[in-house]
């Protein structure tokens, strides 16, 4: 089967590359999605976005998150046949933002 595109599911901030998309022990990204867009590439894509805690927190900024994903994305593709890339975002206004400056 040939891949007609890809879509990259990014998180927001304090969220998780899996837990985020997952309800019930169902990541519907894996689970089903794939079923619903045969032809897709489904990938996740996770970063440090811990705002609050006890824990040590993320010393990156929104536009640093941004660049690192944008450099990330470019080099994966580079490497794959796939070209068009959808990116859908969780409600998390903030990642928007930082993607679009990035």
């Given at each position: 089967?040939?891949?007609?595109?890809?879509?990259v599911?990014?998180?927001?901030?304090?969220g998780?590359?899996?837990?985020?998309?997952?309800?019930?022990?169902?990541?519907w990204l894996?689970?089903?999605?794939?079923?619903?867009i045969?032809?897709?590439?489904?990938?996740?894509?996770?970063?440090?976005?811990?705002?609050?805690?006890?824990?040590?927190?993320?010393s990156?900024?929104?536009?640093?998150?941004?660049?690192?994903?944008?450099?990330?994305?470019a080099?994966?593709?580079?490497?794959?046949?796939?070209?068009?890339?959808?990116?859908?975002?969780?409600?998390?206004?903030?990642?928007?933002?930082?993607?679009d400056t990035?």
């Amino acid at each position: 089967m040939t891949l007609s595109h890809s879509i990259v599911a990014i998180h927001g901030l304090d969220g998780h590359r899996e837990d985020s998309w997952t309800i019930e022990n169902v990541l519907w990204l894996r689970d089903l999605l794939p079923s619903k867009i045969p032809t897709a590439r489904i990938l996740t894509y996770g970063y440090d976005a811990r705002t609050r805690g006890h824990v040590q927190l993320s010393s990156q900024t929104l536009f640093d998150h941004s660049e690192t994903f944008l450099a990330k994305l470019a080099l994966f593709r580079q490497n794959t046949d796939v070209r068009k890339v959808i990116i859908w975002l969780m409600m998390y206004i903030y990642v928007g933002i930082a993607l679009d400056t990035g």
